[in-house]
């Protein structure tokens, strides 16, 4: 626990320094119960093409509105209209959103492609020319979805319609409906079409090291993270695993899958109604660990630069070991309890700091106390390759002594550089 709050504190000091009531449904009456997000669904019973003609019509009328203070700039001394002053700028000029959603940044430049997801301030937008790629939330000053978006209001509900963002305003386009919103009050959104593929991404990471001459060695390891993501949750599946074999002996195997599964009820309190990991390592004398609990969590910081959350909550630990002394139980099933953080920080534009931080308190028979610890330094070399460096720290207070009286060490390090894709 003390070196959980000192790395808390750590990083805490490094960031020290209208609803339209004109042709809008009217939704201020909706209450929200406090454990779950409601959806306003569309009851219109038109069909998605019949919606985006909506849109399109919608944005005809936009792109027609002239300001009358426009106007009367306008006049000449004759009173007549010069019409070049009234003519739409070429930057304030729009494609239209046909088989594809665009996306356009501060620095006017239009994107044709696929939300993938907002979520942390992150636009995950997929394009044919630049792949998978991760917007500042901040730099996108208009979008224009082609596919039904659901949207999550703060405190409110989920929205499922075609999307229009433009400045600081959004209008979500529901058959005969139409929601306006300020942008702060967006939480997250992603695609609400039927493909299921739409909801995931994800990277993986693949580390190799081999050695040959007056020793033979070979060290491989993998990271692999999967998420799928809707606008109101976030599944995080994520594998660490590590063989070594040296002069065809193995000195190292051992492998770890955690499960996560979060509701977001606002944009920082989120609730965890399962989290689980799967651990096994044999050289720790660990045939097998499984770690299952609910939880809470609170994003305590999330800016352009930083993100840094926590959450925890009751859970029990089984284990099975591989041998134990005489007089002592191969299995064991505890109580426990598990805290975690994790800290990421965009350095510049091509290098992110990610620190991910868990401890488990369980009783002695089960280790007491253990940590496992994740500080990756991910350096973009394309849009969809990144070359990553991880520093990892597993310990555990009480190791559980082996048939042959051995007791393993408290502390595992190991150092990864590997090549991550993202998909």
């Given amino acids: 626990m003390k070196i959980l709050l000192l790395i808390s504190l750590f990083f805490l000091s490094l960031n020290a320094g209208d609803i339209d009531s004109n042709n809008t449904a009217q939704i201020q009456e909706i209450e929200i119960p406090s454990e779950e997000v409601i959806v306003v669904e569309d009851t219109s019973g038109l069909s998605d093409d019949e919606i985006r003609l909506k849109a399109t019509q919608s944005d005809a009328q936009e792109d027609k509105k002239v300001p009358v203070s426009e106007v009367v700039k306008a006049l000449d001394y004759s009173g007549n209209v010069n019409l070049s002053e009234i003519q739409q700028d070429f930057s304030q000029l729009s494609p239209k959103p046909i088989k594809y959603d665009w996306v356009k940044t501060k620095s006017g430049e239009w994107f044709k492609g696929e939300i993938k997801a907002l979520y942390d301030d992150r636009l995950e937008f997929d394009s044919d020319e630049v792949g998978l790629h991760s917007f500042k939330f901040d730099d996108v000053v208009w979008i224009k979805s082609y596919n039904i978006i659901s949207v999550n209001i703060e405190n409110l509900a989920t929205f499922p319609g075609i999307l229009r963002l433009k400045g600081e305003k959004l209008t979500i386009i529901q058959g005969e409906n139409k929601y306006e919103f300020a942008r702060k009050d967006i939480v997250s959104f992603a695609p609400d079409g039927e493909y299921e593929r739409n909801f995931w991404s994800g990277k993986a990471t693949l580390n190799f090291d081999i050695r040959t001459g007056n020793t033979n060695q070979y060290d491989y390891s993998a990271k692999i993270n999967i998420l799928r993501r809707s606008s109101v949750s976030r599944l995080s599946l994520d594998y660490l695993g590590r063989i070594t074999d040296k002069d065809g002996s193995e000195i190292s195997n051992n492998h770890r899958l ?113 940590h496992h610890m994740l500080l990756t330094l991910e350096n973009e070399l394309t849009s969809w390759l990144d070359l990553d460096i991880t520093g990892v720290w597993d310990y555990i207070l009480d190791p559980k002594e082996t048939a042959q009286k051995i007791v393993p060490k408290q502390n595992d390090f190991q150092l990864l550089f590997g090549l991550g894709m993202e998909f």
Avoid: C, H
Wanted: aromatic share 16%.
């Fill in 258 to 370: 955690n499960q996560k599964y979060d509701r977001y009820l606002t944009r920082n309190f989120f609730w965890t109604p399962v989290f689980s990991e799967l651990y096994s390592d044999k050289y720790i004398n660990i045939e097998k660990q499984v770690t299952a609990g609910i939880g809470v969590g609170y994003t305590l910081v999330n800016n352009k630069k930083v993100k840094w959350s926590f959450s925890g909550g009751p859970a029990f630990v089984y284990t099975k070991y591989e041998t134990v002394a005489i007089g002592n139980k191969i299995e064991d099933f505890s109580p426990a309890l598990e805290l975690s953080t994790k800290y990421e920080n965009e350095l510049n534009s091509i290098m992110d700091l990610i620190y991910d931080y868990k401890l488990t308190s369980t009783n002695k028979a089960a280790g007491t106390y253990k």
